[in-house]
């Protein structure tokens, strides 16, 4: 993947129209619900409907917990639509300053993160563990599936040699890449590294086998991809009365905004399940949204919030990460307005 396409929804109160907030969609093709040919098409007749609606008739009813008006405006299955929608009419409620939620993060407090290390030869990921630690992170997340499996149970050993499991967390990504024959015997073999989680060990979709590997892995199971077609609460809660894994990992692009990411947490709190926040290659827009909703939540897992880095022309913002952290520093400027002329 060399680029990342996003559109940007720009909402002002024609009374004012230099005072304006904005919100950013940015469906991941082959994995979002809404990464659709008709995409653009839907999007364009949302934003003429959200244009129609009177300041008044939301004004009193924004933050709720669900943003019920744009619920009904705006399909179920256009999460990201929804996330860019919602996030762009906060903006502009607390003045078009980027400001999506007023809490400690906008204040300078620190969010800790974990440190994504991409897919690559081993040496080269054995690298980035290096530099991730030396950068102050000290909770490290591998995506795994992709190499010989052997291969990387030596670099999770190699890892270890280093870095004892008190002072470095590790978690791993599978991305549903073991087959459901052999993967609680891969869970099995990688026990041996103390391992905090593992995403979506297998393939999204197969329930009977996510079910039994929930009660059988040695090591705690996240569901990612899994949580992505369940957008209406009912079947929120089947799929994780059914499932009960150890954690799920939610994305506001993709699991239906800051409404939608509303009902998986609590349904998760009702059931004890853990969680923790993830971008989903947003700009330093919905990156920033998604940091201030995060800050909203108390816990202390760390989250995975810092692939702004990864963009060469990304919008100048006030994030920041350093130590294991991202946080808001308000001696540096958004520059918005260069980015979208």
């Not at 891969?186 to 329930?207: M, N, V």
């Amino acid at each position: 993947m060399e680029d990342k396409v996003s559109w940007f929804i720009k909402l002002w109160d024609e009374r004012s129209p230099e005072v304006y907030g904005i919100g950013e969609c940015g469906p991941l093709p082959g994995l979002s619900l809404d990464a659709r040919t008709d995409f653009e098409e839907v999007l364009e007749r949302i934003v003429l409907e959200i244009a129609d609606v009177k300041y008044s008739e939301v004004s009193n009813q924004f933050p709720s917990p669900h943003l019920r008006l744009f619920n009904e405006i705006i399909p179920r299955d256009f999460p990201s639509i929804t996330f860019g929608a919602e996030t762009a009419w906060l903006d502009l409620q607390h003045g078009g300053r980027r400001v999506i939620f007023h809490n400690d993060f906008l204040l300078g407090e620190p969010i800790p993160i974990n440190g994504l290390i991409w897919m690559g030869g081993l040496e080269e990921m054995l690298e980035q563990v290096h530099k991730k630690v030396r950068q102050g992170f000290r909770c490290i997340k591998l995506k795994i599936g992709g190499l010989d499996f052997n291969e990387e149970c030596d670099l999770l050993q190699e890892i270890r040699v280093h870095y004892s499991a008190s002072n470095i967390t590790i978690r791993l990504d599978a991305n549903g890449a073991f087959s459901p024959e052999d993967a609680l015997s891969k869970l099995e073999a990688l026990k041996q590294f103390t391992i905090h989680s593992i995403e979506q060990p297998i393939a999204a979709g197969q329930y009977d086998v996510m079910q039994h590997l929930c009660q059988k892995s040695p090591i705690p199971i996240a569901l990612d991809e899994e949580l992505i077609p369940h957008q209406q609460l009912d079947k929120k809660r089947e799929l994780l009365t059914e499932l009960r894994p150890a954690f799920i990992i939610l994305k506001p692009t993709l699991h239906g905004g800051i409404g939608g990411c509303n009902e998986w947490i609590e349904l998760s709190k009702k059931m004890g399940i853990g969680w923790w926040i993830t971008s989903a290659l947003e700009s330093n827009i919905g990156l920033n949204a998604i940091c201030q909703y995060t800050a909203n939540h108390v816990g202390n897992l760390p989250h995975g919030l810092g692939t702004g880095a990864i963009y060469q022309n990304n919008i100048e913002s006030p994030l920041t990460v350093s130590e294991g952290h991202i946080f808001y520093d308000k001696s540096r400027n958004w520059d918005v307005e260069s980015f979208f002329s």
